[in-house]
């Protein structure tokens, strides 16, 4: 199986930013610039309270609406968190796990990212897991290893079936929000590395089969280039997905 068969994803995280008029107004905009553009699928994971007037605007268009973290309990006493059934009533289809802002500042691990991968997968949520290098693992020359390592704990106990709703994006952490890109060749290799972890655990068809996004400060500029990459099938955006003419440049990038 080649790139082109896998299905390209260009996803857009908010982060903290955008109220919901705000976040209509938004999607609104870039809802046009994707509009055709059938060659991938756009995502917009937007803030928990976004998500009831994102997935009404993002309604009878191409964009998909996804949240930034779930919660792995059902329910219960747990202030403050969310779950995979209330998002998904609200119209998420998608969840990102394991962002690095979630390992640096709010104490996710990999075991909770495991465990918020599989009850996500289990509800019926689709997930873009996050892994990625600090600069300090890529200067110690242990970057294959961080994201091996990252992969194999976060996808413990999914088989191969529940791996089709899971896209991965490797994103350096070092390249995150900080401007600074991997170069096209850095990130194909990282890719490829993770294609191969896959490929060990669940085979070659299998690994082949998953989307791998490349993010860290990916923009109007770069996009073409990383994208190029045989084993990048598409981009986790931050700033740049905050910008609707920016945004639309990158998925045209990806058709
Ligand atoms: C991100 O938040 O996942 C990200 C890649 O951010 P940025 O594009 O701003 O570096």
């Known amino acids: 199986m080649k790139k082109s068969v896998r299905k390209a994803v260009i996803a857009g995280n908010w982060k903290m930013n955008k109220t919901p008029s705000e976040a209509s107004e938004l999607i609104k905009q870039i809802a046009e610039k994707a509009e055709g553009k ?26 998909k609406i996804g949240a930034q973290n779930v919660h792995f309990e059902e329910k219960g006493a747990f202030t403050g968190e969310i779950s995979v059934s209330m998002l ?43 892994v990625g290098e600090t600069l300090d693992e890529r200067e110690k020359g242990i970057t294959g ?25 490797y994103e350096p952490v070092w390249a995150i ?57 598409g981009g986790l955006i931050g700033g740049a997905s905050l910008k609707s003419e920016d945004f639309g440049v990158i998925i045209d990038a990806a058709q």
Do not use: W
């Open 38 to 63: 059938n060659g991938c699928e756009v995502v917009l994971c937007v803030p928990f309270v976004d998500l009831c007037a994102a997935s009404d605007a993002a309604k009878g268009t191409n964009v």
């Open 88 to 130: 998904k009533e609200v119209g998420a289809e998608y969840v990102i796990i394991g962002h690095s802002e979630r390992r640096q500042y709010f104490g996710e691990s990999n075991e909770t990212v495991n465990k918020r991968v599989k009850a996500a997968l289990a509800g019926g949520l689709k997930v873009i897991l996050c």
């Open 145 to 169: 290893e961080t994201v091996s390592v990252q992969t194999k704990i976060a996808l413990l106990d999914v088989d191969s079936e529940a791996l089709k709703n899971v896209i991965i994006a």
């Open 177 to 233: 929000g900080t401007g600074k890109t991997a170069t096209a060749d850095q990130a194909q290799e990282v890719c490829a590395k993770i294609r191969e972890v896959l490929a060990d655990k669940y085979g070659n068809d299998a690994a082949e089969a998953t989307t791998i996004q490349y993010g860290g400060s990916m923009n109007a500029a770069n996009a073409a280039e990383l994208l190029a990459k045989v084993d990048i099938d």
